[in-house]
């Protein structure tokens, strides 16, 4: 396979070269040619594939449940209205918009089952959509074995509440933990079932607010055993550093650092909450920060101290957590907000954009356990994205680098191609393994039927009123 394109960003140094065509075989970049004569036809930017380092793979956007701005206490109970009614269906939607965006690699950190069939077979369910769509996938189990209402004792809220409410929501999140054997052992299993080229299998402990001590322990001795990497997510919200500082006085950080969890395979999503002391332990075992800016903003979680974080030397990638600014699952904003956000300021550090792309992409697919650095080589995964420079060029005025139009003002719009592991997944901006307009539409058919006489949902606002006491009357108390 031969991909031509008149610019593109080459090599580990994101070069801008001209008049490219890339020779493709066995998933790989055989050769790169520059210097051929221009074709006369659409201008294209050939630049890496992108890696969405952390993600849930949620089928719609949860404002069309009525979540829009919930604090993120309120907003994971009313997430289960969204409930996967068919695991296939749910996780190719958001696999699919991630592949339209530029995402070669998407972290799926599964924490909302659909509960229609056993786990494994829900995983290979899960696998099947990723094949189909024809992107790389990490699955992660998500498992949570505490404090399923609040940070600390349920009771405290189920009392308040109408005998028949209180039911609802028992039958909803209060359930027995899995044990941590057999979560090791069932990870194991779907790693066995699901794994290949493009499938990579990771333990998920939901965060340590919501995991015992077994079983992160346990997480952390079988990773340590057999090199399977690590996910998670830590400091999310004030309220999760509230109970941290109760429960870890010692510190959160050197907890993990302290039971083997802190150290190169583990990745921790969001990282808000952290301080400068947790920041240089992060840094200094080799562990990987994703920043989720759009999800941060989305659910009033704050702004994550990213800037801080790759001044002190952490690893740091991107991910949409399912909650991108616009709620249109596009990365390529993403990652301009964020380096907006983090990059540095006047003159310092002019040439900051390349370097955040470059470590954005080669830290997402390390993290995500995927081969190759992500940049456009010899020898390289054949992992390609391919935008519309022409309408990236808007004006065409004076010559302006390519990578500064990607920063200034690419967005999903501009992909017209996608390459997985050399494989055409998009083409001229359409997703090819799956009909996505379809999928979408017959899981909005779903979710309006099952919501329009659900007991759940009219028990909800009870609920969340007790949520917000709970958490306001406590709020900065630790």
Known sequence: MILPASDALLGPDLRHGEGVALHLSNGRIDRVETGRPASGGPRRLLMPALANAHDH????????FGAAFMPLETWLPRSALATPPDPYLAAAAPLARAARSGCAAVMVHYTRPSGTMPLLDEAKEVARAAKDVGIRMTFALAIRDQNPLVYGSSEQVLDGLPDDIRREI???????GMAPHDYIELTEAIASAIESPTIQVQFGPAGVQWCSRPLLEAIAERS??????????LLETRYQLDWARETFPQGIVPYLKEIGLLSPRLTLAHCIYTSEADRELIAESGATVVTNFGSNMGIRSGVAPIRQARAAGCRVCVGMDGLAFDEDDDMLREIRLVQALNGPWGFEEPDDRRRFLLSAIAEGRRSLGVSGSGAIAEGEPADLLVLDLDTLDRDRILPVAPLDLVFARATASHVRDLVVAGRQVVAEGRVLGIDLAAVEEELRARYRSALANSSFLRALPRYETALRRWYTERAGCC
């Open 170 to 176: 028992e039958a909803a999140f209060v359930r027995p």
């Open 57 to 64: 793979a949620r089928p719609l956007s949860l404002t069309s």
């Open 224 to 233: 340590a055993a057999t090199g399977r990497r690590v996910h998670m997510h």
